[in-house]
């Protein structure tokens, strides 16, 4: 009954969210307060990623991580992310005249990544979990963070640009809130898991696929920003969330493996 509530968390998540959302965009329209924007941008911009982490912590196998660091990951990767690659970008931008797509991807993925850097090194790797699962969904919530971060960021350019035209906020906000799980949440997802992995199996095959995977990150990264249109952004959409499905799907096997009962000394069953 437990493992079905947490399987299903993310629809209860995602349904209180959207009530939340709405009724604050009913009463923003309704009374004409503008005290109510902040309220209607936060929600906007964090309702579907932090359904998609729920949904993707209930599917790392029987280890999980504590809310506790999940919640760090998004904040402090939201906030340390966002702040070092905007001073990166802006100092190359300055240096160079121009920013090609694929040195933006670059920055910003490896921004990403300090924040879970810390985590897996300095609380995870303290307590012996060497699990690539824990690497992944700790990446999932700090690209959320990055991801609901800069979503609110352009929800508030686009209320100043139009004058106040709640409709574009909320363009803004239903386009970039419902393809965050598909770009910056599960490519720092991937790479964080890819490096945990390198962690629990060290080898020289491991630090092959986590290049090959960042590698993968930037290159989705930049794709993402140098196309419009709907149909490349279903076929990045669908490349990066398959993409995440499989290396979880992968890292729940490992994790599954590593926790299995061993045999008790002297005996050849498994522990009862």
């Given at each position: 009954?437990?493992?079905?509530?947490?399987?299903?968390?993310?629809?209860?998540?995602?349904?209180?969210?959207?009530?939340?959302?709405?009724?604050?965009l009913?009463?923003?329209?309704?009374?004409?307060?503008?005290?109510?924007?902040?309220?209607?941008i936060?929600?906007?911009?964090?309702?579907?990623?932090?359904?998609?982490?729920?949904f993707?912590?209930?599917?790392?196998?029987?280890?999980?991580?504590?809310?506790?660091?999940?919640?760090?990951?998004a904040?402090?990767?939201?906030?340390?992310?966002?702040?070092?690659?905007?001073?990166?970008?802006y100092?190359?931008?300055?240096?160079?005249?121009?920013?090609?797509?694929?040195l933006?991807?670059?920055?910003?993925?490896?921004?990403?990544?300090?924040?879970?850097?810390?985590?897996?090194?300095?609380?995870?790797?303290?307590?012996?979990?060497?699990?690539?699962?824990?690497?992944?969904?700790?990446?999932?919530?700090?690209?959320?963070?990055?991801?609901?971060?800069?979503?609110?960021?352009?929800?508030?350019?686009?209320?100043?640009?139009?004058?106040?035209?709640?409709?574009t906020?909320?363009?803004?906000?239903?386009?970039?809130?419902?393809?965050?799980?598909?770009?910056?949440?599960?490519?720092?997802?991937?790479?964080?898991g890819?490096?945990?992995?390198?962690?629990?199996?060290?080898?020289?095959?491991?630090?092959?696929?986590?290049?090959?995977?960042?590698?993968?990150?930037?290159?989705?990264?930049?794709?993402?920003?140098?196309?419009?249109?709907?149909?490349?952004?279903?076929?990045?959409?669908?490349?990066?969330?398959?993409?995440?499905?499989?290396?979880?799907?992968?890292?729940?096997?490992?994790?599954?493996?590593?926790?299995?009962?061993?045999?008790?000394?002297?005996?050849?069953?498994?522990?009862?």
């Amino acid at each position: 009954m437990r493992d079905r509530w947490r399987r299903w968390a993310w629809v209860g998540v995602l349904a209180v969210g959207l009530v939340l959302y709405f009724a604050v965009l009913r009463t923003l329209t309704g009374t004409q307060n503008p005290n109510f924007v902040p309220a209607l941008i936060l929600l906007g911009a964090t309702v579907v990623p932090l359904s998609f982490l729920t949904f993707a912590q209930a599917r790392t196998g029987r280890w999980q991580v504590p809310a506790s660091t999940l919640v760090v990951a998004a904040f402090f990767g939201g906030v340390i992310g966002t702040v070092v690659a905007g001073t990166l970008e802006y100092d190359t931008l300055r240096g160079l005249g121009a920013l090609p797509m694929v040195l933006v991807a670059l920055i910003e993925e490896t921004a990403k990544l300090i924040v879970p850097v810390v985590l897996l090194f300095l609380v995870l790797a303290r307590r012996g979990r060497r699990l690539p699962s824990d690497g992944l969904i700790i990446g999932v919530a700090a690209g959320m963070g990055f991801a609901a971060l800069e979503t609110m960021g352009y929800a508030f350019t686009a209320l100043l640009s139009s004058r106040g035209d709640i409709g574009t906020v909320e363009e803004t906000l239903f386009v970039r809130g419902l393809t965050s799980p598909a770009g910056h949440t599960a490519w720092t997802g991937l790479t964080a898991g890819a490096l945990w992995a390198v962690l629990a199996s060290p080898g020289a095959r491991r630090a092959l696929e986590f290049l090959g995977t960042f590698a993968g990150a930037v290159a989705l990264h930049a794709l993402w920003d140098t196309f419009s249109g709907v149909v490349p952004f279903l076929v990045l959409a669908a490349i990066s969330l398959g993409w995440l499905f499989r290396a979880l799907h992968r890292y729940r096997a490992f994790g599954d493996h590593r926790a299995a009962p061993g045999p008790v000394p002297g005996t050849t069953g498994p522990v009862p």
